[in-house]
């Protein structure tokens, strides 16, 4: 392993403490033919919609399973732990599920709290200032994924380089919805380093892809004042918690005879320059039935880390195609396994559906999140590492389903992303 000043990050200060919990969540189970309207909103909500808090301390964090060995409810697990015990949770988890919850993470909730208001504020500008995060700082047209998108750009129902999730559908709902492009506005935030883009480096393909970062103007804008430094140094927080978790996975399949002897730095050297990505996510309120927020999809890349708000709408299918709510916990964050990463493992760790329901418009609630899309090095190759007796380690469906890894095989990570990326946005870059 190299010694790039920036691996290992998160050996760089230990992690204060916060809560102990790695008990089960309480999640609620709703029929695929339902789209339950979410109204746990703020602090100024009635006390039974208000973000619930993490459940008291406990010693495992076991998968809850039904008689047919499906998942009910998404495991929270407790990061103040020694390695061993945390890595074998989310093992476990990935195995079963692909989704799972940490608490006491290391990362302070100030600075959690500091990049969702800056998100509030950014989407609060005017349509013509946003837009004009859209296009590079000297005004030119916008080339790559960096900066603004607005609702409908982005159509995570689309067929193209992904499963065809709408066929697997069993209630017809993708019927009754016609898709416009999901219900939702973002804005896309890369690596900076020197004010360069670490995408950028050496690496012209990269680069040209995603573009740079757009950042709005903090001078004419007196709202987003503080933007940039407050996503800067979330991002650099959330690239310590990521060298935490890709040590655990490595650990984790050291217990799988197929990958006996998986160096524990696996994952770190193939991410030392990763195509990160953080979103910033506001989803309106919808007629009702009138929009999906986010539609039902898997992950392009590595893992997620996703912060959400107190609203509610994440749904994650489980084997019988029953949707299980992520609810929001204070403090957590959500952790999903990508399709890169359940390729590498052979489709052991699952690469599970999910969506995002918008909130109804006679809440007249706003949901916003933050997910943070962690992928390799541009030129790391995703190749299953693990044994594989069929010879494919192509089901990357944590719910029965399979992904489309087999047909880029031996690809490299920025071809498998640009692979996704067309296949999901509808603008022109």
């Not at 000043?5 to 790695?22: E, I, K, T, Y």
């Not at 159509?155 to 492009?181: F, P, Y």
């Not at 030392?272 to 999906?292: G, K, V």
């Not at 916003?368 to 594989?388: G, K, M, R």
Request: glycine share 8%; net charge negative; with cysteine.
């Amino acid at each position: 392993m190299d010694d790039d000043c920036n691996h290992w990050m998160f050996l760089r200060r230990p992690a204060p403490a916060q809560v102990s919990s790695s008990a089960a969540a309480d999640t609620n189970s709703v029929q695929a033919t339902s789209l339950e309207e979410e109204s746990n909103n703020s602090e100024l909500l009635p006390s039974q919609h208000r973000l619930k808090q993490v459940p008291a301390a406990a010693e495992t964090a076991e998968v809850d399973v039904n008689s047919d060995g499906d998942f009910n409810t998404i495991p929270i697990i407790n990061l103040d732990q020694p390695l061993e015990k945390y890595a074998k949770q989310i093992g476990d988890a990935c195995r079963d599920i692909g989704f799972f919850y940490i608490v006491n993470h290391g990362i302070e909730e100030c600075i959690m709290s500091d990049v969702m208001d800056a998100s509030k504020r950014l989407f609060d500008l005017d349509l013509e200032s946003k837009l004009a995060l859209n296009a590079g700082n000297d005004g030119k047209e916008k080339k790559g994924y960096r900066g603004y998108f607005g609702i409908g750009a982005e159509d995570l129902d689309n067929k193209d380089g992904t499963r065809d999730l709408a066929s697997e559908e069993q209630n017809g709902l993708k019927k009754m919805l016609k898709s416009k492009g999901d219900f939702k506005e973002g804005f896309d935030v890369g690596l900076e380093k020197q004010d360069m883009n670490v995408e950028g480096g050496d690496n012209n393909a990269c680069h040209a892809f995603f573009g740079r970062n757009v950042w709005p103007n903090e001078h004419k804008h007196e709202s987003v004042i503080g933007f940039r430094q407050s996503l800067l140094r979330y991002q650099n927080e959330l690239l310590k918690l990521a060298d935490k978790l890709m040590i655990a996975f490595a650990t984790s399949l050291n217990s799988d005879d197929g990958a006996a002897g998986l160096p524990m730095d696996y994952f770190l050297t193939r991410t030392r320059n990763p195509m990160c990505t953080l979103r910033l996510l506001h989803y309106p309120p919808s007629l009702d039935m009138a929009n999906s927020g986010c539609g039902a999809h898997t992950d392009y890349g590595l893992f997620t880390i996703l912060q959400q708000d107190s609203i509610g709408g994440l749904q994650v299918r489980n084997h019988a195609k029953k949707w299980i709510q992520a609810k929001p916990l204070r403090g957590s964050f959500v952790i999903n396994v990508g399709d890169m990463l359940s390729h590498w493992t052979s489709g052991v760790y699952a690469s599970t559906v999910h969506r995002v329901v918008s909130p109804s418009s006679s809440s007249g609630y706003h949901r916003y999140s933050v997910p943070f899309f962690f992928n390799p090095d541009h030129d790391a190759v995703v190749e299953p590492i693990l044994n594989d007796e069929s010879g494919d380690g192509d089901d990357c469906g944590g719910d029965g389903g399979i992904c489309s890894c087999k047909k880029r095989r031996n690809s490299s990570a920025l071809e498998i992303l640009q692979a996704r990326y067309n296949g999901t946005f509808q603008s022109d870059n």
